[in-house]
């Protein structure tokens, strides 16, 4: 069976920058599953999967305007110190979940000065280049539950 909308892929994946430091990996772990043609995961990756099959070994490099987006100046606020209660000591590169305009979004500590510190709502893998080393290990028909909710159930899916 190859890898076509409304079908489950299971994936051994890892995710390299530019430099060819790991960023992510699934090797070791639970494989990646997904429901191809749902939006699963990012658009550069899905396209590259499409009629792949068990065994498949594949390396993708997906630019970010196929991945998560150019980085948004905009997206970058300098809120103060206050807002960071329970905190200690707050340092660049740390990372927090944020209510925003846009929903729960992650957001990166990007600089500190004095009580202004300056947050950055990119997604961390904004404006980057990002190199995947892929495998299909498993591909299989979705089921009517999963397709009506978008999502994988069970090993490498959603448990609920
Ligand atoms: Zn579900």
Redesign the pocket.
């Known amino acids: 069976m190859q890898i076509a909308n409304n079908v489950v892929a299971s994936i051994e994946y890892t995710l390299t920058d530019d430099q060819g430091n790991v960023i992510d990996s699934s090797v070791g772990g639970e494989p990646l599953a997904y429901l191809h043609g749902a939006g699963n995961i990012i658009p550069g990756l899905e396209d590259a999967l499409e009629g792949k099959q068990v065994g498949d070994s594949l390396k993708v490099s997906v630019p970010p305007s196929e991945g998560y987006g150019e980085k948004d100046e905009a997206l970058l606020q300098v809120v103060p110190r206050s807002m960071f209660r329970g905190v200690d000591q707050i340092e660049v590169g740390m990372q927090f979940h944020a209510q925003t305009d846009h929903g729960m979004q992650v957001i990166t500590v990007a600089k500190v000065e004095g009580d202004n510190v300056t947050v950055d709502g990119n997604h961390p893998l904004a404006g980057q280049n990002l190199n995947f080393d892929v495998k299909v290990l498993e591909v299989r028909a979705a089921t009517a539950?999963?397709l009506?909710?978008?999502?994988v159930?069970g090993a490498g899916?959603?448990h609920?």
């Open positions: 539950e999963e009506e909710h978008g999502h159930h899916g959603h609920h």
